[in-house]
């Protein structure tokens, strides 16, 4: 018989205890991060650093305010969050689609395969320059841009789900007399999910990158282009209002994704 | 004189969330004569495998002393060489290479540590082996590596901890016949930790019975079955008497310990 | 030939081999992927060839293989390519060696103290997740417009691929091995050579693989958005000018390079760890 002191009476030192240890991550986690935002904020007041070099917290949030209110905040947002959506959404179409044609059938496979690859090893931000001369400059760019980074990752994780679907389980539906429509929507699409989902999360910060990227040497609206803007103005906290929101939202935005995936695959028990 | 003590030895846990106290293993005393084969058997959870812990010095005792040769026990070391139940081999290692491990700990210059590598290697009967990684063997050609390993640094004590435990059935017999052929040639002191009865009265000089946690020693049964041992001393008389006997005492234990592992489960 | 599988091949149905020319099929379909492949990059290069000579029009848009051969062989005579690649290739050594050996030492400390991994976790992964391309434009006022702001960028590239990736692979280091190794007497420092280091190192490589790729990234995008020196600026240059045959130059350069150090690296990667689990983040 298991040797248990009283738990219900246990004092409060003990269960104050007890909560510390199964919040122990977050706890120190967001202790790292005040302690950072505070050690910053004390490094400008104290002049430890050029508060004009490297700014502050409390500047930083003037600033967010500030461009927040005049409008010009919700505006580069909004330009950079319809790039985004736009240039995601097409990359995820096309990249599931190349890597499903891919997966099903072979020939597609090996000869896109010298293609694929190069491009994936390859650093796609130097074709950049080529899109813009062949596009000029402006919303259509960036988003090209964002496709042609995105798309390669989706497309070649989509084709490792597609391979990594049981053979047996296709066998099953074809046994039924399934098409390959049915086989495709019935096994592969479902089973394929947590390796496309995969993808995708990795296409989230390719997309990001592509889209500020392609703000900054081709648009003259949202948020990359803000930061260059104020960037050659030297101005610090003007420069760090944009970048922290982008940091936010490619957070938030791979946060959900990982949530997605999390969902979505607890039938498996890898 | 003794070659290895137990007096008395108790283990307490403290569970950290809510600061209780888990009793593992309740004044436990033995004495194991040098060369001598001894198995352990006892149910689930009654903490045979952590008194193998104790006497290689992974862990301390709470009250009670481990004597090695009347010397006590500090830490662990190569004098109580431990065998795991799932092997533990380094899997970035060549199976020579996992051999050499413990004679590396101890700092052998690398001549000697190769030679006796070799050695043990051949005595398990692996040598053919000697560059293929782990994940290419099988199970029991696993713990086989494993064996040689810990015979390697030259124990005064050989710990196996359900050495067996992960092998099929009739693996497991086959490498209980390659252990009593090897264990023969030297008759190192062996502590056996099984959950098999068969197993252990067909390796042992001698079976403790344990029972359920908190783990205690119920019974020692001398087993004096004629040496070398073939199989068909599974099917004598005498095996069968010993069998029954220890599943006499061993079957109340283990009603008693899966009932206490279901309420841990559901308790906590 | 066989129709099309669907799937694994192993799950379709293969039409039978035709007895007359039982032999040359059999090889071809041995053979399918290599000559599937080439045969792809030589229809795409012959296309390219006709459309892109067609016309003057089309040849400044996307020039044509002769065409790139030619100003290829130009630039590197000229040495303006040579001088270019030397100055990017200085940026990336300084910012990617530090950035490994930083990332592998602060890996394997946040591995082995929790406490310390868990303040620096959100931190970490704020950055991690963060487009350092959005840091440029503040590593160029921090600076200068000199090769430290690409430094700069280079390191903060590759620096968190290597440590989230070496944090991972500390944690995924069975501990049985860590008890074997003590089980005979070791101690700590010996703990950690012969079981963590060893055992991390598929997923380090990871994330050295991962940090490289970042690493170019950087400096090509850092030489763009400063356009004083390197490989970047030059992309900048011909850019501006609507030059696509020198462009096309610069981007097979730099994805070719790109494409051969993470190919040697895979091959290292093949030769001292073998027996690697998967691990990526």
């Excluded at chain 1, 999360?201 to 040497?217: C, D, K």
Aim: with cysteine; hydrophobic share 55%.
């Amino acid at each position: 018989m298991a040797a248990r002191a009283g738990s219900l009476g246990a004092p409060p030192g003990l269960r104050l205890r007890r909560v510390y240890l199964r919040h122990e991550a977050a706890i120190l986690g967001v202790l790292g991060l005040a302690g950072f935002t505070a050690l910053w904020e004390l490094a400008g007041r104290l002049g430890w650093i050029n508060p004009v070099v490297l700014s502050s917290p409390s500047r930083v949030g003037d600033a967010l305010l500030r461009q927040a209110r005049s409008g010009e905040l919700p505006r580069d947002l909004q330009v950079t969050a319809v790039e985004f959506v736009v240039g995601f959404g097409i990359a995820v179409a096309l990249g599931v689609a190349i890597g499903v044609l891919m997966g099903l059938y072979q020939d597609v496979e090996f000869s896109l395969d010298p293609f694929i690859w190069f491009l994936y090893a390859a650093p796609l931000v130097a074709f950049y320059p080529l899109i813009i001369v062949w596009l000029g400059f402006g919303f259509w760019t960036v988003v090209a841009i964002t496709v042609f980074l995105t798309a390669i990752p989706i497309a070649v994780n989509t084709l490792a789900g597609i391979r990594s679907v049981d053979p047996l389980l296709v066998r099953a539906v074809r046994s039924f007399g399934g098409s390959t429509a049915d086989v495709v929507t019935k096994v592969l699409l479902p089973a394929s999910l947590p390796l496309v989902l995969a993808g995708l999360r990795i296409g989230i910060g390719r997309a990001l990158i592509g889209v500020i990227l392609g703000e900054m040497f081709s648009a003259n609206a949202g948020l990359g282009f803000r930061m260059t803007y104020y960037g050659a103005r030297l101005r610090t906290t003007d420069v760090l209002v944009p970048m922290l929101v982008i940091v936010v939202f490619g957070v938030v935005a791979t946060q959900l994704v990982r949530l997605l995936e999390t969902r979505l695959a607890r039938w498996r028990e890898t | 004189m003794e070659q290895l003590v137990l007096d008395d030895v108790r283990l307490t846990y403290r569970r950290p969330l809510d600061d209780s106290e888990f009793l593992a293993l309740d004044a436990v005393s033995l004495a194991v004569a040098e060369g001598e084969f001894v198995a352990i058997v006892g149910p689930s959870g009654c903490g045979k495998s952590t008194l193998l812990l104790l006497i290689n010095g992974l862990l301390h005792p709470t009250s009670g002393r481990i004597l090695l040769n009347g010397r006590p026990v500090a830490a662990p070391g190569p004098d109580r060489a431990l065998v795991f139940q799932e092997f533990a081999l380094l899997p970035w290692r060549t199976v020579l290479h996992n051999v050499e491990l413990g004679l590396e700990v101890i700092r052998k210059p690398a001549a000697a540590r190769r030679e006796l590598a070799r050695e043990n290697l051949r005595r398990v009967g692996l040598s053919a082996f000697e560059r293929y990684y782990p994940h290419q063997l099988s199970g029991g050609m696993r713990q086989r590596v494993g064996i040689a390993r810990a015979l390697a640094v030259g124990p005064e004590v050989l710990l196996m901890d359900e050495p067996f435990g992960a092998l099929d059935a009739q693996t497991r017999q086959i490498m209980g016949a390659e252990l009593l052929r090897i264990w023969e040639r030297d008759r190192k002191t062996i502590l056996f930790v099984t959950h098999d009865i068969d197993e252990s009265i067909y390796l042992a000089d001698r079976v403790v019975v344990m029972s359920a946690n908190p783990g205690r020693v119920l019974e020692v049964l001398p087993i004096t079955l004629p040496r070398p041992r073939d199989f068909e001393a599974r099917n004598s008389p005498a095996f069968v008497e010993y069998r029954r006997r220890i599943w006499e005492r061993l079957e109340q234990e283990v009603r008693k310990s899966l009932a206490w592992q279901f309420s841990e489960v559901a308790g906590e | 030939m066989s129709s099309d599988a669907v799937g694994p091949a192993a799950a379709g149905i293969q039409a039978p081999a035709r007895p007359a020319s039982a032999r040359l099929a059999l090889a071809l379909r041995r053979h399918r992927r290599g000559l599937l492949g080439t045969a792809s990059v030589v229809v795409f290069l012959l296309v390219w060839q006709l459309v892109g000579s067609h016309s003057a029009v089309s040849a400044d848009l996307i020039s044509y293989p002769t065409q790139v051969l030619a100003t290829a062989a130009q630039m590197t005579a000229s040495g303006e390519l040579g001088g270019a690649a030397l100055v990017s290739l200085q940026e990336f050594v300084y910012g990617f060696v530090p950035a490994v050996v930083l990332g592998i030492a602060l890996g394997l400390a946040m591995g082995r103290f929790r406490r310390v991994r868990y303040l620096l976790d959100p931190l970490i992964m704020a950055f991690y997740t963060a487009p350092r391309i959005a840091l440029i434009p503040l590593l160029v006022i921090w600076f200068g417009v000199g090769m430290e702001s690409k430094v700069a960028v280079v390191f903060l590239g590759a620096v968190f691929p290597v440590l989230v990736n070496t944090v991972a692979g500390v944690e995924q280091i069975d501990p049985l091995w860590v008890r074997a190794v003590r089980s005979f007497g070791a101690g700590e420092w010996q703990v950690v050579t012969k079981v963590v280091m060893p055992g991390a190192l598929p997923a380090v490589m990871a994330g050295v693989r991962l940090g490289l790729g970042r690493a170019i990234i950087g400096v090509i995008v850092g030489e763009m958005y400063v356009a004083v020196a390197g490989v970047g600026r030059l992309v900048q240059v011909y850019s501006g000018a609507g030059r696509a045959a020198e462009l096309v130059v610069l981007v097979v350069v730099t994805a070719a390079f790109g494409f051969v150090s993470i190919t040697a690296l895979r091959l290292i990667e093949e030769r001292i760890a073998p027996w690697r689990r998967e691990l990526e983040v």
